[in-house]
DNA sequence: GTCTATATCCCGATAGAC
DNA sequence: GTCTATCGGGATATAGAC
């Protein structure tokens, strides 16, 4: 809860840091769409004008929450990732994490995926994206002997993680414990058979037996 | 292209299927969230007051595009499924078709998941769905022995086609033709994959080695 | 079924005062 | 850094005429 003088208007905080956080309680009742400079002005008693001091549009103050999602994010996975080991079992619980992250950020997941920013004039999101991707990738080399084969490997395991999410938010019915731990538990068992039948990645086609 | 009068105005043509043809186009250009009745009635030179006469709402509009894309998928799909013979082959298939159609039909696939829509209030979308789930479902069912399997093995492949899809978006530097039948070989393979490896979505958890 | 006209509302962004 | 005030634009949806 942002601090508020006696009249009711914003003092004395970080503006900056407050939108942000508006942003994602907007986002997490209306979706992205309905977000809005006004309408976070309004929830925190300023002009409509004062975010425009911190934020150069809307565009940049949804930037900012999707660096802060990427951050948030890796400051989750790397000590889960850190007590596992073995490439295999740490790629399983990347799943299991990004599962859990989304259902439970659901605003910081839909910033990234429906905000439609455009990453060329962001840079800073895949600044902060960066350390996810690395982790990814140090994994996957671990795994493969190729590099396309490593290259395949990571495109596969992204798209199933990512893919259990949205069947996830799908299926919208339950989003208690059970049903989100039944999910991350998903992806984390598709990540592991993507790894043991990874020779079919890349096997070329004449060989594959259908 | 629209019937016109010689006044510019719409004239005796089926300004419902209309509505429909540019709903398409608009999001195709702006992304569902920059669809919206007063540019479609605007394209088709009628008062935005027309389309009322045939939607109630603008989530019913996008509805009725939900149901085309699901009817022209199945079109596309059926016919190219029945070419393969065996279950693993014919969900394969499935996906590389999944991917395909997304890539040549950005704009239904959008409305299918992002234009946000209640499917509770529009029941008509899950009926034209039911077929591709059973063809699914047939597929899944005809590899795995236990219910449960069938379950796991289903949600699986359906997170990792769509997470193809949505890779191949995000990476959305080329649409060539090439490029779209990479992510479409990738999302077989994948399949591939999780069907030999299926065994690993049901194991217990304590006799997954990592 | 389509039109004209209108009510009502919301938004992004800016100028200039304090 | 925040405010007041405002411009210019766009949306949904309805009423009543034809």
Chains 1, 2 share one sequence.
Do not use: W
Request: overall charge negative.
């Amino acid at each position: 809860m942002p601090a508020r003088g006696k009249d009711g208007r914003y003092h004395h905080g970080d503006l900056r840091a407050a939108l942000i956080e508006t942003a994602i309680e907007v986002i997490g009742e209306r979706g992205v769409r309905g977000f809005s400079m006004a309408e976070a002005s309004r929830r925190l008693g300023v002009a409509v004008s004062a975010p425009y001091a911190h934020f150069a549009d809307r565009d940049e103050l949804l930037a900012a929450v999707a660096v802060h999602a990427y951050q948030l994010f890796y400051a989750e996975l790397s000590p889960a990732v850190g007590q596992v080991t073995g490439p295999a079992g740490q790629l399983a619980e990347l799943a299991r994490c990004y599962v859990r992250f989304a259902a439970a950020h659901r605003p910081l997941f839909e910033v990234l995926y429906e905000a439609g920013l455009d990453k060329a004039r962001h840079p800073e999101i895949e600044t902060a994206a960066a350390p996810i991707d690395d982790l990814l990738s140090a994994c996957v080399r671990a795994l493969s002997d190729d590099q396309a084969g490593a290259g395949e490997l990571a495109s596969a395991l992204e798209a199933t993680a990512n893919g259990h999410v949205v069947l996830f938010f799908d299926n919208c019915a339950g989003q208690d414990e059970q049903t989100v731990a039944q999910a991350a538990e998903r992806a984390a068992r598709s990540t592991l058979a993507l790894i043991e039948s990874r020779h079919l990645l890349t096997r070329p086609h004449d060989q594959l037996r259908l």
